[in-house]
Structure formats: structure tokens, C-alpha cells
């Protein structure tokens, strides 16, 4: 059963207290680190001026892996989201220390092209942001600014795979011309999903890319993070546990800037080994 237990027994399944970890002990616990790491992360902080919104996080992601990451609001997952591909550099007042690597390399070196880390790693956003162009062109944007693509069958090709790679190939494919804003909220999101596919990204970063959605788009985007897992590294912020438990293979736990636990997805909710952590599944907070 694992991932898959009705949520509320996995509530009732928590470490005893004896188990656990006092809240006073900030210290992340669990399984931090992997071989296969796609991305390591090391000591990173997060300032907004003076104010520290993350403190020391260090935690790797595998390869073909899907990390969750909860906890409270402002407890600075999506903040940390951020770093993994420097979205954060648009905030002036914002600074960043540690160390962040993608396959080895230093991603805030600073001879990095911050637009090519951006394809290797995308991003997918809370609210559906198409692009104010037809269906093709949104998909088509990306791989034409990158270089990807020296002819028009190649560039059909690929908004075809990228769309077919998101689930939406079928829906689409008689209306390629028509905007992209026209189509459902489920719908929008997944061709934000197919954009980000088709610049041939490594890592694909999720901040809550289910909120807005209905329940039945929601579980349409929960089968494409499945299926997109076998070919790409997924990390993805959400407020929804039970979602965290279907899509993910690791959850890492954040609370008031601090990395609280990370642990295997079915084990960290039956059994978390930090009292914070288990105040937050058990619905004591947040």
C-alpha cells in the first residue's frame, strides 16, 4: 500500500512520542542525501535584507525522482524552490549563500548563463501563465529562442512531442493556432508543463501547480508528474499532503526557514521521526 494508505490511517500510524525528536531541535533529520544525485544543495541561505527566510538547508535530489516539499505558509519552500534555478536573482534585496549543483556544476557560478540554466531547469508556476500567442507558439517559443531547431518539421516535431509528453496532444491538436489563454484552467497548466518539456530541461521545478486547479485537472497533472519522472527530475512545493503522498518518493518537511525532516514519502508520513513534523501531519499546525 506505501504512498497509497487513505490519509487519515496514515495519521493514526505516527511515531509514539518516545520516538521522536524534540521541536527544539532544529537539526534536520532523515535521508537528506542520495547516490544518484541529479542536484546537491549544501548550507544554502536565503536573505531578504537583513530578514533570513531560509537557514542552512542542505539536501540532495535525485535523478528521476519526484521531491515534495511541505509545510506551513512562509515557511520558505517556495522560497528555496527558487534557488534551484535562480529565480531569486529577480529580487534585488534578495541574497543567496551556500552552494547549488547541477550534474557537479556550480549553478550560481559566475560565469553561468543564467538563461540556459533556466531551460536545464523550468519551471512551473502556481496560476497557468501561457504566453498571449496560439497554442503551437507557446510551445514553439522556447526551443526557436534556444537554437534547438533548424527547420519547420523539426519545430512541429517538437511542440507535437512536448504535447503529447504533457497529455495534451489530443485536445489540441485540431486548434494549434488558436490561443493558448482560451483553453481551461487544466489545460493551461499543462501546456505550461509541455513549454517547459520542450526546451529539453533536466529538472522540472512545480510551485503548487495544482492549486488552482479542480479536482479532476488536478489528478490529470498528478498522472503527467508520474509519467514525466521517467525522463525528468521533478521537485514540487504544495500545501496538500495527500498530494505530496501520490506524486512524490521523498518529502522534505520546512518550518520557519528551517529543514525540519527528509524522508522517504511513505515512511516520513507513518512514521516521522521530528515532533514538529508530526505536529504538521497530524494537523496540530499549520
Known amino acids: 500500500m506505501g504512498l497509497y494508505r487513505p490519509f487519515a490511517e496514515l495519521q493514526n500510524m505516527t511515531t509514539s512520542e518516545s520516538q521522536l525528536i524534540s521541536r527544539d531541535d532544529r537539526q534536520t533529520v532523515g535521508e ?3 547516490e544518484d544525485a541529479r542536484m546537491t544543495c549544501r548550507d544554502v541561505n536565503v536573505f531578504y535584507g537583513e530578514k533570513q527566510a531560509v537557514q542552512n538547508v542542505s539536501i540532495d535530489i535525485g535523478r528521476h525522482e519526484v521531491l515534495a516539499m511541505i509545510g506551513p505558509s512562509g515557511c520558505g519552500k517556495s522560497t528555496f524552490l527558487r534557488c534551484l534555478n535562480r529565480m531569486n536573482d529577480t529580487i534585488d534585496i534578495c541574497r543567496v549563500t551556500g552552494e547549488i549543483t547541477l550534474d557537479g556544476n556550480n549553478i550560481y557560478d559566475k560565469n553561468i548563463d543564467i538563461v540556459s540554466l533556466r ?8 496560476k497557468p501563465n501561457p504566453f498571449p500567442k496560439s497554442i503551437y507558439d507557446n510551445i514553439a517559443y522556447g526551443p526557436t529562442i534556444h537554437g534547438l531547431t533548424d527547420s519547420n518539421s523539426e519545430l512541429d516535431a517538437i511542440v507535437e512531442s512536448s504535447l503529447v509528453k504533457a497529455g495534451l496532444w489530443d485536445e489540441v491538436k485540431d486548434r494549434l493556432d488558436q490561443p493558448g489563454t482560451g483553453l481551461s ?4 497548466q499543462r501546456l505550461c508543463i509541455a513549454r517547459a518539456i520542450a526546451v529539453e530541461p533536466e529538472v522540472i521545478l512545480m510551485d503548487e501547480p495544482c492549486s ?3 479536482p479532476i485537472a488536478t489528478a490529470k497533472v498528478e498522472e503527467l508528474i508520474a509519467e514525466l519522472r521517467r525522463q525528468y527530475t521533478i521537485v514540487i512545493v504544495t500545501h496538500n499532503m495527500q498530494q505530496a503522498a501520490r506524486v512524490s518518493q521523498r518529502t522534505a518537511y520546512f518550518h520557519l526557514g528551517d529543514l525540519i525532516e527528509v524522508g522517504y514519502t511513505d515512511k516520513l508520513f507513518t512514521t516521522p521521526r521530528h515532533q514538529l ?3 504538521y501531519i497530524t494537523g496540530r499546525f499549520g
Open 277 to 279: 513534523t508530526e505536529d
Open 185 to 188: 484552467g487544466g489545460q493551461q
Open 119 to 126: 531551460a536545464l531547469i523550468g519551471m512551473v508556476f502556481q
Open 212 to 214: 488552482a486547479l479542480d
Open 32 to 34: 537528506q542525501f542520495v
